[in-house]
Structure formats: structure tokens, C-alpha cells
């Protein structure tokens, strides 16, 4: 029987931590501030700045929610940043991702303060994470398939990792945090390029999947008894759901799960936890602050 990862409860144990944080830090007479800049009006990275805003209301953390319009240009969009990033009630800044095509993403990412980059994308604090340095920001969802680990008692030491994806919000910072000390798993990273996934992944003890297509990994990729974390929303057409689609993971699920020890379903697995690892990483900022 496999042991289902309840990303949603592990969450809101984080939230629950940082609300004593929280706390904590006004007793200090410091409000934690995070700024969400948004540019353009794609659907998707609505919900997302709303939910990111809202769950800052909920912690009692100060938030700031920038919307510009589409044809914002990337000048206006770095003297948004340069603001913020002078502004000492602010102590998290992020840009939603993806921005409309004429933004330079990479450049506004390093116009972010370091210290202030609480998505952790600043080659700053990509550098600090290979470096095994605390003193960066560690990249959300990556920490949190890591908490999830953690709180599913999932022993990482010397363990087969294999992560499925090599980008730089997810694949790539997951591998560094399996393989660094502490963790200490021997990890392959495969991409679009490996050859053989199926046969990859079945050497793993442990699966991170981070690719981006609908229920990619079978049954019979997985070996009996490994650990599967499902990094992967995907919208799929499902004329049964009055929304018309349905959201599924980068993991057979219904024929993967039985041969699993544990595994994180979607919706609510790794993506709860996006959002809570955001909050630490505000509230870490404003400590340091
Ligand atoms: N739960 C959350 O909060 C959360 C957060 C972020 C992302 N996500 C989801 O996670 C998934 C991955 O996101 P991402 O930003 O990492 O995506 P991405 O930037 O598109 O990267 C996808 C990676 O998967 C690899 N890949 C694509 N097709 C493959 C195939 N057939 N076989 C093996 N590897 C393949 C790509 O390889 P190449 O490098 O060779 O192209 C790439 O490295 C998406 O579904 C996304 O929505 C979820």
C-alpha cells in the first residue's frame, strides 16, 4: 500500500509556522513585506499573484501586488524593481513568471536586490545553492519536494535519485538539494535528450518528476517500493468537468501509485507548498533584514 504525501497538510503546517514567525518579527518591530510585480494579463499568473497575495493576508505579512499593463516596457519594469528594491517595508520581491515576450526575463531577475529575491533565481543565489551557502534563497518548489521528503520520513542518504527535468525553477536546484550534504543522495538528472528514461528511472529509490507532460511516467518506469514526487501540473481536455479540463501531474498516477511507498497526487502535493516556501523565504528575508 502506498502512502499518499499530503502536500495541503504539510503546508499548512508551514503557514502555521510562519504565523508564529510572523509574529515574532512584529515583536521585533518588523513587518515582513513582500511585492508581487505582475505584467500583462495572462490567466494563469492572475490566480497565482492572487493566491500569493491572499496567503500573505492570512499570515499578517505586509504585501504589495504591482499590475502593469502588457506593453509595459522593460525600462519602466526595472525602475518598478530598482523601487522596490529600495523600499525597506519590502523585503521579498518577485516578477511572475512568464512576462510578455519583449521583457527580458533574465535581466529584470538580476535587477532583483539578492537579498530580496525570495524566488531564489538570482544568479547570486543560484551560486550560493551550488556553494552550499545559507545565506541565499532557496528556489520554492524545489525546497518544497524537499520538506514533503522530509515529512514523509523519506531517508535520502545514499539513495538512487533520479530527476526528470533540468530547468532552473525546478530540475536543476532539486539535484543540488538531493546531492548536497545533509541530503546526501547520488542523483542523475535526465532531460529530453536521455536516452533510455524508462530505464533510468527504474534504478531510482527516489523520482522527482519536473517535466511538464500529462501522466509521462508508467507503472512500469517506477520500481515496487520507490518514492515519487509529482512536480508536474498539466491541464488536460475533460468534458466530464464543467471547467472542461482537469489537472494532472507528470505521473500515471491510478497505475503508478500502487507500487509506490509514497507518492504526492495532483492537485495537492508539490503544489501547496510552492506558495508556503515563499512565505519562509519572505520571513527569512525579514530576519535577516
Ligand atoms: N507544483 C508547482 O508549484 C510547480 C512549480 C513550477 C513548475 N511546475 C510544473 O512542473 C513542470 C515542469 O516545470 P518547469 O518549469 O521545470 O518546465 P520546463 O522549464 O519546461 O522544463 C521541463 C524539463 O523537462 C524536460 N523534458 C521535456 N520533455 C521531456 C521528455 N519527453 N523526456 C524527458 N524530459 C523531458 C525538458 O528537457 P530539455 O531541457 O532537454 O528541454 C526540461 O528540462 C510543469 O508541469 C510545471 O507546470 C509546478
Same mark, same amino acid.
Given at each position: 500500500?502506498?502512502k499518499i504525501?499530503?502536500?495541503?497538510?504539510?503546508?499548512?503546517?508551514v503557514l502555521?509556522? *510562519?504565523?508564529?514567525?510572523?509574529?515574532?518579527?512584529?515583536?521585533?518591530?518588523?513587518?515582513?513585506?513582500?511585492?508581487?510585480?505582475? =505584467?500583462?494579463?495572462?490567466?494563469?499568473?492572475?490566480?497565482?499573484?492572487?493566491?500569493?497575495v491572499?496567503?500573505?493576508?492570512?499570515?499578517?505579512?505586509?504585501?504589495?501586488?504591482?499590475?502593469?499593463p502588457?506593453e509595459?516596457?522593460?525600462?519602466?519594469?526595472?525602475? =518598478?524593481?530598482?523601487?522596490?528594491?529600495?523600499?525597506?517595508?519590502?523585503?521579498?520581491?518577485?516578477?511572475?513568471?512568464p512576462?510578455?515576450?519583449? +521583457?527580458?526575463?533574465?535581466?529584470?531577475?538580476?535587477?532583483?536586490?539578492?537579498?530580496?529575491?525570495v524566488?531564489?533565481?538570482?544568479?547570486?543565489?543560484?551560486?550560493?545553492l551550488? !556553494?552550499?551557502d545559507?545565506?541565499?534563497?532557496?528556489?520554492?518548489?524545489?525546497?518544497? *519536494?524537499?520538506r514533503?521528503?522530509?515529512?514523509?520520513?523519506?531517508?535520502?542518504?545514499?539513495?538512487?535519485?533520479?530527476?526528470?527535468?533540468?530547468?532552473?525553477? =525546478?530540475?536543476?536546484?532539486?539535484? !543540488?538539494?538531493?546531492?548536497?550534504?545533509?541530503?546526501?543522495?547520488?542523483?542523475?538528472?535526465?532531460?529530453?535528450?536521455?536516452?533510455?528514461?524508462?530505464?533510468?528511472?527504474?534504478?531510482a529509490d527516489?523520482? +522527482?518528476?519536473?517535466v511538464?507532460?500529462?501522466?509521462?511516467?508508467k507503472?512500469?518506469?517506477?520500481?515496487?517500493?520507490?518514492?515519487?514526487?509529482?512536480?508536474?501540473?498539466?491541464?488536460?481536455?475533460?468534458?466530464?468537468?464543467?471547467?472542461?479540463?482537469?489537472?494532472?501531474?507528470?505521473?500515471?498516477?491510478?497505475?503508478?501509485?500502487?507500487?509506490c511507498?509514497?507518492?504526492?497526487?495532483?492537485?495537492?502535493?508539490?503544489?501547496?507548498?510552492?506558495i508556503?516556501m515563499?512565505?519562509?523565504?519572505?520571513?527569512i528575508?525579514?530576519?535577516?533584514?
Amino acid at each position: 500500500m502506498s502512502k499518499i504525501i499530503d502536500g495541503k497538510a504539510v503546508a499548512a503546517a508551514v503557514l502555521e509556522e *510562519c504565523r508564529q514567525e510572523v509574529e515574532q518579527l512584529k515583536a521585533r518591530g518588523v513587518t515582513p513585506g513582500l511585492a508581487v510585480v505582475l =505584467v500583462g494579463e495572462d490567466p494563469a499568473s492572475q490566480v497565482y499573484v492572487g493566491s500569493k497575495v491572499r496567503t500573505c493576508g492570512e499570515l499578517g505579512i505586509h504585501s504589495e501586488k504591482i499590475v502593469l499593463p502588457t506593453e509595459t516596457t522593460q525600462e519602466d519594469l526595472l525602475a =518598478v524593481v530598482e523601487r522596490l528594491n529600495a523600499d525597506p517595508a519590502i523585503h521579498g520581491i518577485l516578477v511572475q513568471s512568464p512576462p510578455p515576450p519583449h +521583457i527580458d526575463e533574465e535581466a529584470i531577475v538580476r535587477a532583483i536586490d539578492p537579498a530580496k529575491d525570495v524566488d531564489g533565481f538570482h544568479p547570486e543565489n543560484v551560486a550560493k545553492l551550488a !556553494l552550499e551557502d545559507p545565506s541565499g534563497f532557496v528556489p520554492c518548489t524545489p525546497a518544497g *519536494c524537499m520538506r514533503l521528503l522530509k515529512e514523509a520520513g523519506v531517508e535520502t542518504k545514499g539513495a538512487n535519485a533520479v530527476v526528470i527535468g533540468r530547468s532552473m525553477i =525546478v530540475g536543476k536546484p532539486m539535484a !543540488l538539494l538531493l546531492m548536497a550534504k545533509g541530503s546526501d543522495a547520488t542523483v542523475t538528472v535526465a532531460h529530453s535528450r536521455s536516452k533510455d528514461l524508462p530505464g533510468i528511472c527504474r534504478q531510482a529509490d527516489i523520482v +522527482i518528476a519536473a517535466v511538464g507532460r500529462p501522466e509521462m511516467v508508467k507503472a512500469d518506469w517506477v520500481r515496487e517500493g520507490a518514492v515519487v514526487i509529482d512536480v508536474g501540473i498539466n491541464r488536460v481536455e475533460d468534458a466530464s468537468r464543467k471547467s472542461g479540463f482537469r489537472l494532472t501531474g507528470d505521473v500515471a498516477y491510478p497505475e503508478v501509485a500502487p507500487k509506490c511507498a509514497a507518492i504526492t497526487p495532483v492537485p495537492g502535493g508539490v503544489g501547496p507548498m510552492t506558495i508556503a516556501m515563499l512565505m519562509k523565504n519572505t520571513l527569512i528575508s525579514a530576519g535577516r533584514s
